[in-house]
């Protein structure tokens, strides 16, 4: 059995399911889904894969890959989470942490973490995560994990106050977000506490953890915080314009912390 336990204040915001529909009830959340199956789909390493989705929640992005013929197993901390992610077909689902994931080595060609190291605030836990992805996938075998970059908080922060609710925020605490890189919303019901990261020491993480060289992907980009995504989202040739022009900047160095969350991927 794992040592490590889940913050309190972390389980309940997820017990309380207002995540499950994060990435569908809103254009901002459909931008980030439609972007994160575009890539994902782009550098996982082939078909028909043995994949971990380590802090998978309710199993969003577990559901596609098993639709595209992929293995899934699902690994949460939020036994309420799993029960859901458990009903998705062609999807095995347990409890579990990810700095201590309970499979053998080189047992996935691609582990995923796609939430876990939003909540880990000391840096030794997100390289033991890490580490504990690589250990998981198979020599050459993919590890990806996405993060917040450090000015997403602020840029919340300005699109709600554009839109005459600053949601009990002050700016100063928006800006201290972006100097200290814990955000801790909790009252205000938003976010739970969490970890905002610059990409570069995002990359240092994964060297820690023994990978070198990682990709680094923005996700939404800076057209994630237009006002009106809503026009462009759900407008079948804008879109199209839209992610197209996202995946021509994805990499760009100097736009890589310009955007609410990055994926970086790396070989195990």
């Known amino acids: 059995m794992s040592e490590w336990k889940l913050e309190r204040e972390i389980e309940a915001y997820y017990e309380r399911g207002d995540e499950r529909e994060r990435l569908t009830r809103n254009a901002r959340g459909r931008l980030e889904f439609a972007r994160m199956q ?4 782009r550098v996982l390493p082939g078909e028909g894969l043995k994949i971990l989705d380590v802090g998978g929640a309710t199993g969003i992005h577990s559901a596609w890959m098993a639709a595209d013929g992929h293995d899934v197993t699902l690994v949460d901390p939020v036994p309420g989470q799993v029960a859901v992610a458990a009903t998705l077909p062609g999807v095995e689902a347990l409890v579990g942490d990810a700095r201590d994931l309970p499979f053998e080595d080189d047992a996935f060609d691609a582990v995923l973490l796609m939430g876990p190291l939003y909540h880990l ?13 690589r250990r998981c996938a198979r020599p050459g075998g993919l590890v990806a994990a996405v993060t917040i970059n450090r000015t997403a908080g602020w840029g919340d922060y300005l699109l709600f106050k554009a839109g005459g609710d600053d949601k009990g925020i002050s700016a100063e605490a928006s800006l201290r977000v972006v100097r200290e890189g814990v955000l801790r919303f909790y009252d ?9 990261a610059h990409p570069g020491d995002v990359a240092a993480e ?3 953890a023994g990978m070198a060289a990682p990709d680094q992907y923005a996700v939404q980009g800076f057209p994630g915080l237009i006002p009106e995504l809503e026009k462009l989202i759900d407008h079948a040739e804008v879109r199209d314009h839209l992610m197209e022009g996202l995946r021509l900047i994805e990499t760009e160095p100097s736009l890589l912390g310009a955007s609410n969350h990055l ?6």
């Open 121 to 133: 605030t000391e840096r030794a836990q997100r390289v033991q995560a890490l580490a504990e992805a």
């Open 206 to 208: 994964f060297a820690d």
């Open 188 to 196: 205000q019901n938003l976010f739970t506490t969490a970890h905002l």
């Open 38 to 41: 575009d890539l994902l789909r």
């Open 263 to 268: 994926l970086t991927t790396a070989a195990a």
